[in-house]
């Protein structure tokens, strides 16, 4: 890299503004050529501009939605409150109010800044509290307030852009089925100078909501829905965002993302992301907020803590045992097979049946293999054409007795005996069609961990060659969520949904076929689920080969064609479940240059 004038003098301006270890960091960065795009060149090209902000400032919306902005206080430290209520104040949307209520007792020191606030805007309202409350309580005074058609919740040392409510209010009057929205965040320093660690999220995502509190901020709500839902609920405080917005969410038909950082988040040194230990209590609280979701809705399912702070595990307590399908392709490889065979003869759910679909072996070994095998257990198929993933996978459904299918590739091996519960507790659910695994390179780098659309142009893998270990971009590749779709490598679906979407295209014989499936599901209604809990070492396609010959590029060219015309709409949109601040160039969640 030569380094010029020009270069030196940009170095020298980013050393100012940001430090000694961002700047080390930045180039050491460039040196290793990373695909990381610093947040702070991210923000000075993409963020809302002066012009931006004065025509919203002239924007005449046609309903003039009323926020009330519903903050509860408690002996806030007076420079970050006054920051919070600035930049309130300086919205470029301003049919508003401020609803604070201040549980710092009667001799509160925000009194007298309060009521300064109060004289100069009439919007500004606030009470005192003859004592604290907790989060809970103090949040309810605040609510008790609140005359607006919409209420929007904030914290009280933390910092709204200007163009926070404009968005809002833009999103109600293109849409007014709207229940609830959301929107992106970032984290702001104590000093209020940088902006760092932003969460670009997924559009509604309910199992990811399950696994982790991944809404947060900025969080608005019809008042119908506070009418329904009811108000905070002291016993859990330390997660009581996380157990009202998701009883918002049960009783809202409509949610709404935004994807914009429309919320600074004023990041502490004991705050649990910083240090996590000092809020045990309020992890706590969250496992039983999942848990006590899942008893209102009538899942049968118990909560668990992940081994990561914040995230929690579903583990669903069916009562009933289905049978399963297990549908693998076959042609030779019979060590590959063996591995996988051996692998589900571990396992800790035992009713399932195994049908080996045989397409064109050759070798001899395989047929005597084949009859070593078989019993009441495993039987082998056999199906008489060229190399068509779903006409296979069809052919043996055809042949399946199960309740469910698990589609299978005769070169994975199940990690751990509980893999297929794993797979069918989520898969009983009545509005999951598909569930899906992680899936390993067998030197423990993530092969599969979800399918984002858009990635590679058509679709892909997320997290790609990451560690097993890696907990990916605000715990994706730890936590279950639903996705786009699934790999078939290792997909469990009902056999009813199957039936419904009369299964896999087969006009799409190699490539795509299983993401084409997943987006029927999703068109028929249902969620795709990922579980990472369901884990599995896939050894890649040995059994195929690669696209190596003109015939081969030729078809899988074809492939894409199709699917392409197929889902153009859905293309197009982009995946709901990803962001379209991150880029479609990799797979890592890494931001959209």
Excluded at 106 to 128: A, G, H, Q, V
Excluded at 191 to 215: A, V
Aim: proline residues 2%; glycine residues 6%.
């Amino acid at each position: 890299m030569m380094i010029t004038g020009k270069r030196i003098k940009k170095a020298y301006k980013y050393l100012l503004h940001n430090g000694l270890e961002a700047t080390v960091k930045k180039s050491v960065r460039r040196l290793r050529h990373e695909n990381d795009f610093p947040y702070d060149e991210w923000r000075e090209r993409y963020e809302v501009t002066a012009g931006d902000l004065q025509n919203q400032r002239k924007t005449n919306f046609e309903h003039k939605i009323f926020f009330s902005i519903v903050i509860p206080l408690y002996m806030t430290n007076k420079e970050y409150l006054k920051e919070m209520i600035n930049s309130i104040c300086a919205q470029t949307y301003g049919n508003w109010e401020l609803c604070l209520a201040d549980g710092s007792g009667k001799n509160s020191p925000l009194t007298d800044i309060l009521e300064d606030y109060t004289k100069k805007d009439t919007r500004i309202r606030f009470c005192t509290l003859e004592e604290n409350l907790g989060i809970s309580g103090n949040t309810n005074a605040a609510l008790n307030m609140a005359k607006g058609d919409v209420i929007v919740l904030a914290d009280h040392d933390d910092i709204m852009p200007a163009n926070a409510l404009y968005e809002l209010a833009k999103a109600w009057n293109e849409d007014s089925t709207i229940d609830v929205v959301y929107s992106d965040e970032d984290k702001i320093s104590m000093d209020g100078k940088q902006y760092f660690d932003p969460h670009f999220k997924s559009d509604f995502n309910i199992d990811l909501l399950c696994s982790m509190n991944y809404i947060c901020h900025l969080f608005a709500f019809k008042k119908e829905i506070l009418e329904k839902t009811g108000t905070f609920r002291k016993e859990f405080d330390g997660a009581q965002d996380y157990d009202f917005i998701l009883r918002c969410c049960e009783n809202a038909k409509n949610i709404h993302h935004i994807p914009k950082v429309l919320y600074h988040w004023r990041c502490h040194l004991d705050s649990t992301a910083s240090n996590p230990d000092s809020k045990r209590y309020a992890f706590e609280a969250g496992r039983k907020a999942v848990e006590e979701h899942y008893k209102r809705v009538g899942i049968s399912a118990r909560v668990e803590h992940s081994e990561f702070y914040g995230m929690y595990r579903t583990i669903y307590e069916w009562q009933e045992k289905p049978l399963i399908s297990i549908l693998i392709p076959n042609k030779d490889h019979i060590d590959d097979l063996e591995k996988c065979l051996n692998s589900i003869r571990k396992s800790d759910y035992t009713n399932y049946e195994i049908i080996i679909i045989e397409n064109n072996s050759t070798e001899e070994a395989t047929f005597s293999y084949y009859k070593q095998i078989e019993s009441d257990k495993i039987h082998v198929v056999y199906y008489e054409g060229e190399f068509n993933f779903s006409s296979i996978n069809n052919f043996g459904a055809s042949h399946a007795k199960g309740e469910y299918f698990l589609l299978l590739n005769n070169d994975t091996e199940m990690i751990h005996e509980n893999c297929m519960r794993e797979l069918l507790g989520y898969c009983m659910r009545t509005e999951v069609g598909a569930v899906g695994a992680r899936l390993y390179y067998s030197d423990d780098t993530i092969q599969h961990a979800g399918v984002v659309l858009g990635f590679g142009g058509i679709a892909g893998h997320t997290f790609i060659g990451k560690s097993r270990y890696d907990l990916g971009y605000f715990g994706r590749i730890v936590c279950a969520q639903d996705y786009s779709a699934v790999t078939a490598a290792c997909m469990m679906t009902k056999r009813s949904a199957f039936e419904k979407v009369e299964g896999l295209s087969e006009e799409l014989r190699v490539a795509f076929n299983d993401i084409d499936y997943c987006m029927k599901l999703r068109r028929a209604g249902y969620l795709i689920v990922y579980n990472p809990y369901a884990e599995l070492y896939h050894f890649e396609s040995k059994s195929r080969g690669l696209e190596d010959t003109p015939d081969k590029v030729e078809r899988f060219n074809g492939e894409i064609e199709l699917f392409n015309r197929k889902w153009e709409k859905e293309l197009e949109k982009g995946d709901p479940y990803y962001n379209p601040n991150l880029t479609l160039d990799n797979s890592d969640f890494s931001l959209r240059k």
